[in-house]
Each structure stands twice: as structure tokens, then as C-alpha cells.
């Protein structure tokens, strides 16, 4: 299955969403993503949380504009369909396709 990129993510964002956030959010999975590739786990999953806190934050500045009648429900669910996609889509899968290819890690099926 195919899950949106991170340019895909940012392309998609209401205008009410600053560029500084999405900014950050792609920075972190850059960073999550490098250190996925050179094994550096640690730093990883500190990076993975920095992308979870954007997304926080990225909700925080729709739900501001929502209330504010700056964005309608649509666009608002659209978009929150668009986060959780990468979220628990893209972000996984980032993980499970590098590290057994390059960290020599064996991953377990969920049971």
C-alpha cells in the first residue's frame, strides 16, 4: 500500500497552517530518517517524537482556526485523514523498511 510522502503532506495543508510547522515536521522525519539508515536508534526515535509533537502542533493551529471560522469541517477531517495517514502509515513504515535492510534488525509480526 502506498502512503502519502512528506511533500504530498505539506502540499495538501490548509493555508491556516504555518510553514514553519510543516517545516519542522519534515525536518524531523529527514533527521528520523538519516538516523534510521545509520542505525542510530536513539536519535531516531528522539527525532519520531519531534514529528509527533508537529502533528500536535499542526492540530493545535487547525483547531485554533476552526474555531475562528477560518477553515471549514471538510477541509479540517480531510486534512486530519491526511495526518493520521502518515502518522501511523508513512512514519511505520519509514521505520520497517530501513531498519532490517540496514541495521541488521529482525522485526516481529504483531500477534
Request: glycine share 8%; charged share 30%; proline share 3%.
Amino acid at each position: 500500500m502506498g502512503y502519502i510522502n512528506i511533500e504530498q503532506l505539506i502540499e495538501a495543508a490548509p493555508d491556516v497552517i504555518s510553514r514553519g510547522t510543516l517545516g519542522d515536521i519534515k525536518t524531523s522525519f529527514g533527521l528520523a530518517k538519516h538516523w534510521a539508515e545509520n542505525c542510530v536508534l536513539g536519535k531516531m526515535v528522539d527525532s519520531l517524537l519531534f514529528v509527533g509533537q508537529g502533528i500536535d502542533d499542526v492540530v493545535d493551529e487547525m483547531a485554533y482556526a476552526f474555531k475562528k471560522g477560518k477553515i471549514e469541517s471538510e477541509d479540517y477531517d480531510a486534512y486530519i485523514s491526511k495526518l493520521e495517514e502518515f502518522q501511523w502509515g508513512t512514519v511505520p513504515r519509514m521505520v520497517k523498511d530501513i531498519l532490517p535492510e540496514r541495521c541488521s534488525c529482525k522485526l516481529r509480526k504483531e500477534e
